[in-house]
């Protein structure tokens, strides 16, 4: 069992829409990152959620917490073609072994 | 400020042998931590090391092992690898402990034929 599951797996969009891609769990996290993976490369951070409720914004990409802080989104507006890639979220349960966990990813193509 | 780097980037081994991985992460970061990343399972948590210190492991058998040196570099060891052992390797470097924010390598893509 995946502890966090993201969906979609996969989308495939055209230049200049929106979409979201949400994160969620049963469990609270103390925090949760996000990624973005190109092929060939490691996955680059783009932001951290710590706070229940939490909304973080960078350029076109919103990241929300939920008040629970067990789940989170992504929300992409106005795509481009450079958006494109497979975005992770990532984590470590609170009051567990600290293990670090990530979703399966979704992979995002957007086309021109 | 130097990225993280791994090598090598690619490699051929051969059911049964062993193989090295290395990885020098930030200058200043004390923590790196090693994952496995296959199209069928995702990314998944091998082990972290923090002051030489292996601090967390997860859920893969004793033929992974590792090891963290004095610089902070550090090597991931697969020993009597399987057809199963192909991935992408990634290691990741913190500041702190994983929790926090982590700065990826480019990976090392290993094969097992």
């Known amino acids: 069992t995946q502890l966090l599951e993201q969906s979609p797996q996969f989308l495939s969009i055209q230049e200049g829409e929106n979409l979201t891609v949400y994160c969620n769990s049963s469990?609270?996290?103390?925090?949760l990152q996000w990624y973005r993976q190109e092929p060939g490369e490691g996955p680059v951070l783009l932001v951290t959620?710590?706070?229940?409720?939490e909304v973080k914004k960078l350029k076109r990409l919103t990241f929300q917490f939920g008040d629970a802080r067990k789940d989170s989104s992504l929300h992409i507006t106005a795509a481009q073609p450079g958006d494109t890639g497979l975005y992770l979220c990532?984590?470590?349960?609170?009051?567990?072994?600290?293990?670090?966990?990530f979703g399966r990813g979704t992979s995002l193509i957007v086309h021109p | 400020k130097a990225g993280v780097t791994q090598t090598p980037r690619y490699l051929i081994k051969t059911r049964g042998q062993q193989v090295t991985l290395s990885c020098s992460p930030i200058?200043?970061?004390?923590?790196v931590s090693w994952y496995q990343q296959t199209p069928g399972q995702g990314l998944q948590f091998l082990f972290e090391?923090?002051?030489?210190?292996?601090?967390n492991k997860g859920n893969f058998p004793g033929r992974f092992s590792g090891r963290q040196f004095s610089n902070s570099r550090s090597e991931m060891n697969v020993s009597t690898l399987e057809l199963g052992d192909s991935a992408l390797y990634l290691c990741?470097?913190?500041?702190?402990?994983?929790?926090?924010?982590?700065?990826f390598g480019q990976g090392t893509r290993l094969t097992v034929v």
């Open positions: 959620v710590v706070t229940g409720g």
């Open positions: 990532a984590g470590a349960a609170s009051g567990g072994s600290y293990i670090p966990t």
């Open positions: 090391y923090f002051s030489e210190t292996q601090r």
């Open positions: 990741a470097s913190s500041l702190y402990r994983v929790n926090t924010e982590a700065f």
């Open positions: 200058s200043g970061h004390r923590s």
């Open positions: 469990s609270v996290f103390s925090s």
